[in-house]
């Protein structure tokens, strides 16, 4: 039987074409609630409500997938955001299989791009009605017939079938809260998009009297009634205090328990009903051995759904204890046991991310979909008040058929006329193919198939060729055979000598970026700057101006010193070669060699020789 009082609908795109934005003048216009209530969440100003988290509204980005609930007339609408960067590519695989239909957005000047392809892909596999949102319509720039058309393109190239590529067309503006289906009526409000959740998302399609088949998609905890297990109920009903069975997606195991709580979306929270039906999302409490793609049923007819697939990682990176002179200065630094015990807390809802032992005991390899992948984390450890240290992001090389292959990435670039040969040069010297080039008013649109490895430092380089105005996407496009040399930094670095504090005089003269300033602590073996050659050089960094009685011409003279470039996480990620670290803490990045010592460095060169 279909369900019509339930709809359940993802929110799809390619980064910063404008999802969140859209949703929640969604949640606005809704009238469900009060401005100022919405206004709260978001501290007062008119902001992202949907991006909760303090580092989604920081890079103005959405990391983690995100339900709401509200109400269409008699209809309960069961709202889901997804993130639309690459990277994240996991949460969005498994949140898909939650909804029935989809809004795909797309800008209606940039059209389709690398992950708008990759989302529409999932989506048509997991069997969701597609209903296309052409956002941004009130761009300057925007050529809506050239986007509908590219899309109708892109579906075809996906294999949806005639009644999947007549897809319905909204043009929305999402910042401006407008929306209509034919652009020679003026949008008013964003009614076409409810009435569209309404007439084209079809209604949840269960059997209510079945046995319970619920599929855990996403897990959070609560310092009060600790996990919580979300998913859809696809067959049966989930009570109160019901007995369960768990099946693992892992290994068929059964773990029977009992429900504690049964909580529904309502709104912008949860509240807790006696029983949700099939069709429905919700959250379980009580469940403690629960993961994500476990199934939930009754505790005398344990029958798995179907396991949930996620697409393998690409890059790997070396997690190992903070070992620096500095350690525990700004935060705690994390035990090797303790670093094992964080690693496996995020592999319980962090679904596209893998670890294994590393060389040493205090050292993990970690996996992930992408250097922002992992910078997140690294970035939610070091809020977390702990210091670690991490090496060079490595792509995953897989042996196919006896041959070594590497991750290829289909990259996008748009950039002004005058920069499109800088754009070209860069990536072509970084062992890219050129695909395709189109020209739209003063942007020139780049299509490249590029070696991963070749992308970790790229964007630094590209945003520094085009003063900035380079937009650089890129997206997995499959394994391919290795070739051509590692990509390697031009310049040596500059190590200091010693452990104190840098000085004026130290520095003076040193050609070549600066990492650190007068009056900084530093430690033997830390990096400090930019050499102008292609050798590493120790540096004197900490030295004292010798005092003298004696005075002559020049002797006065103060030193010049160039202003220090401040390194992000992700910057020092993709500066840093494989024999060196980043050391990470709280308050500060830091570069630094493995080896800290000059002797140590030269004993392990010349082992390697």
């Known amino acids: 039987m279909k369900r019509n009082d339930i709809r359940n609908v993802a929110v799809i795109a390619h980064v910063d074409h404008g999802k969140t934005t859209l949703v929640d003048q969604m949640l606005r216009q809704s009238g469900l609630f ?38 269409i007339g008699d209809v309960k609408v069961n709202l889901i955001d997804t993130p639309g960067h690459a990277d994240f590519g996991g949460e969005v695989e498994r949140i898909l299989k939650m909804a029935d239909g989809a809004f795909v957005l797309v800008d209606a000047a940039e059209g389709p791009l690398p992950q708008t392809r990759f989302v529409l892909k999932k989506a048509l596999a997991a ?71 309404i007439h084209h998302v079809p209604p949840p399609d269960v059997d209510e009297n079945a046995p319970l088949q619920m599929q855990v998609m996403a897990l959070q905890y609560s310092e009060f009634v600790g996990k919580i297990a979300i998913g859809r109920v696809f067959a049966g009903k989930i009570r109160k205090n019901q007995k369960v069975a768990v099946v693992k997606q892992k290994d068929g195991a059964i773990v029977y328990d009992t ?52 697409d393998e990682p690409t890059l790997d990176m070396v997690f190992r204890v903070n070992d620096s002179p500095f350690a525990s200065r700004e935060g705690k630094p994390l035990t090797s046991r303790e670093l094992r015990d964080r690693l496996q807390r995020e592999l319980q809802h962090n679904v596209a991310l893998r670890v294994a032992p590393g060389e040493r005991e205090s050292e993990f390899i970690v996996s992930g979909r992408g250097l922002l992948h992992l910078g997140v984390l690294l970035e939610t450890i070091r809020r977390e008040g702990f210091e670690l240290a991490v090496g060079k992001p490595r792509v995953i090389v897989k042996d196919i058929h006896g041959v070594k292959c590497e991750p290829y990435e289909h990259l996008v670039v748009e950039v002004p006329a005058e920069h499109q040969n800088t754009v070209m040069r860069l990536v072509l010297e970084r062992q890219g193919e050129f695909q395709k080039m189109e020209s739209h008013r003063q942007t020139t ?77 530093v430690y033997e073996g830390q990096i400090v700057g930019d050499h102008n050659r292609d050798n590493d050089l120790v540096v ?69 020789v």
């Open 34 to 71: 009060r401005a100022e209530e919405l206004d709260k969440l978001v501290g007062g100003q008119h902001g992202l409500i949907m991006d909760s988290n303090d580092q989604e509204r920081e890079r103005g980005i959405t990391i983690l997938a995100k339900n709401c609930g509200i109400r």
């Open 127 to 197: 069997g969701l009605k597609p209903i296309v949102v052409i956002n941004k319509i009130d761009r300057p720039d925007a050529r809506i017939s050239d986007v509908h058309a590219m899309m109708f393109d892109l579906f075809i190239e996906l294999g949806a079938d005639d009644d999947t590529a007549n897809f319905p067309v909204i043009y929305a503006s999402g910042r401006a809260g407008i929306a209509t289906t034919d652009l020679a009526i003026e949008p008013k409000d964003l009614r076409p998009l409810f009435d569209a959740i």
């Open 259 to 310: 429900v504690v709580q049964v909580l529904e979306f309502d709104k912008l929270t949860k509240k807790e009903v006696e029983e949700v039906r099939a069709g429905d999302v919700c959250a379980v409490v009580g469940i403690d051995e629960a993961e994500i793609g476990d199934t939930i049923c009754e505790s005398d007819k344990p029958h798995a759904l179907p396991p949930l697939t996620i």
């Open 445 to 521: 649109h780049l299509e490249f198939h590029i070696p991963a490895r070749a992308l970790i430092g790229l964007r630094t380089l590209m945003l520094t060729a085009t003063q900035g105005t380079a937009i650089m996407h890129h997206n997995f496009l499959e394994f391919r055979p290795q070739k051509g040399p590692p990509v390697r930094r031009e310049n040596g670095v500059y190590i200091s000598k010693n452990t104190a504090r840098v000085t004026a005089y130290g520095v003076d003269g040193l050609a070549g970026r600066l990492f650190v300033s007068p009056g900084d602590d």
């Open 540 to 608: 004197n960094v900490t030295e004292q101006k010798p005092l003298t009685n004696m005075r002559a011409t020049g002797s006065d003279a103060k030193a010049v010193v160039k202003p220090a470039t401040i390194f992000s996480l992700e910057m020092a990620l993709e500066y840093i070669e494989d024999d060196e670290l980043v050391e990470i803490t709280p308050a500060s990045v830091r570069m630094r060699k493995i080896y800290l010592k000059e002797s140590d460095r030269k004993k392990m060169a010349r082992q390697r």
